[in-house]
């Protein structure tokens, strides 16, 4: 949406809506962390020594929250994901998150650089990487290369 406001060619240009666009986004986005942080996110998975889960927020940006959980199995962080997400689209109902990964470990680099292990329902892991030089098309091969 900011994009096409943004973009002066655009037959859609409004600088104000833009502007509005990114201001409500960022706040979305406050709100989201500060609820994810409030609420603990245990969902009733409270450790056999009775110790509660607390969750971190360790990355947001203008489309994504990623959530450090502290839960260890792939059901008890879909069990998490599941319920912060309903909570969320409750608190916004024109817009809605959903849960598009669960990652063993992740290195974030910067804004939109990071690299992780993602694993699914049946415990396969995969590699993803966002945004570093070797899936960026402006760096050389060999830097791609010796990225890996």
Do not use: W
């Not at 650089?113 to 990487?129: F, L, M, N, P, R």
Request: with cysteine; aromatic share 8%; proline share 1%.
């Amino acid at each position: 949406m900011y994009g096409c406001l943004g973009f002066a060619g655009s037959r859609f240009s409004s600088r104000p809506l833009a502007a509005l666009t990114t201001f409500k986004g960022r706040e979305i986005l406050t709100h989201t962390r500060e609820l994810a942080e409030s609420l603990s996110l245990d969902v009733s998975l409270t450790l056999a020594n009775g110790m509660k889960l607390i969750s971190q927020v360790v990355y947001g940006d203008t489309d994504s929250v990623f959530v450090n959980s502290n839960v260890t199995t792939y059901p008890e962080a879909l069990k998490i994901a599941n319920e912060f997400k309903k909570l969320v689209n409750e608190r916004y109902k024109l817009l809605e998150i959903d849960l598009d990964a669960v990652f063993e470990r992740i290195l974030l680099l910067n804004k939109k650089k990071y690299a992780a292990v993602k694993i699914d329902e049946a415990g396969e892991k995969t590699t993803e990487v966002k945004g570093l030089d070797m899936k960026r098309r402006e760096f050389s091969k060999i830097s791609k290369d010796t990225s890996r």
